[in-house]
């Protein structure tokens, strides 16, 4: 079983910048995929940022440019650094592993972006 714990969410001015941590109760060097997605209100789950191990990084087009996925395997920890935050950068943001082909997920950290 893995959990995720997600933190560094925040209101924050457009244009700003934030740090998101998840930290892993496993290892995430064992984990096939590790990254973040995120959801606005009314519209669907979507990618944000993923590590994988068979296909390396990968971003979502709207965040490409802006924001930075990083591993620290020491820490069992993922990281995302958001820059240059939009106001349609507003979601809650999820932490989210796929271990041994099972889908985990945190409970979510709020991003708040205002103009």
């Known amino acids: 079983q893995v959990q995720l714990v997600e933190s560094g969410g925040g209101l924050v001015q457009a244009g700003g910048s934030l740090r998101l941590s998840c930290a892993a109760s496993?290892?995430?060097?064992?984990?096939?995929?590790v990254g973040w997605y995120r959801q606005a209100p009314g519209k669907q789950r979507e990618m944000v940022a993923i590590?994988?191990?068979?296909?390396?990084?990968d971003y979502g087009d709207s965040v490409k440019g802006r924001f930075t996925i990083s591993v620290d395997n020491a820490e069992n920890s993922v990281y995302l650094q958001l820059n240059s935050l939009k106001l349609e950068d507003t979601a809650v943001y999820y932490c989210?592993?796929?271990?041994?082909?099972?889908?985990?997920w945190g409970q979510g950290t709020q991003v708040t972006v205002s103009s």
């Open positions: 590590v994988t191990k068979t296909t390396g990084t």
């Open positions: 496993g290892s995430i060097f064992s984990f096939d995929s």
């Open positions: 989210y592993a796929v271990w041994v082909r099972r889908d985990y």
